[in-house]
């Protein structure tokens, strides 16, 4: 009953930007963290960037500096601003959040589907 959908992928040249989106909805009763992950073709899936409190952001040393992660609190969304992308940011992003369900023992983490980020040279 939990759903994470997420929009803003596509294709960029590097040097350009992208805006992730990521909406969680369903029968939720409280939201913690909220992050972004990425995985590569044959590489591990990695933490980008992770959200839980105003002002406690973490990034991945790789997009300190390049990208930013917010959360509309109100609205159950996270989002990652990506500017100064690079061929190397060319991943699948994922959001990710840590979820009470109503009438479930949580937190329980919950995945988005993946956007494709590519980063042309």
């Known amino acids: 009953q939990v759903q994470l959908v997420e929009t803003g992928g596509g294709l960029v040249q590097a040097g350009g930007s992208l805006r992730l989106s990521c909406v969680a909805s369903?029968?939720?009763?409280?939201?913690?963290?909220m992050s972004w992950y990425r995985q590569a073709p044959g590489k591990q899936r990695e933490l980008v960037a992770i959200?839980?409190?105003?002002?406690?952001?973490n990034y991945a040393d790789s997009v300190k500096g390049r990208f930013t992660i917010s959360r509309d609190y109100a609205k159950g969304t996270v989002y990652l601003q990506m500017n100064s992308l690079k061929p190397e940011d060319t991943a699948v992003y994922y959001c990710n959040a840590e979820i009470s369900p109503i009438g479930e023992i949580g937190p329980i983490d919950y995945w988005g589907q993946g956007t494709q980020v590519t980063v042309s040279s």
């Open positions: 369903g029968t939720i009763l409280s939201i913690y963290g």
């Open positions: 959200l839980r409190r105003p002002g406690s952001a």
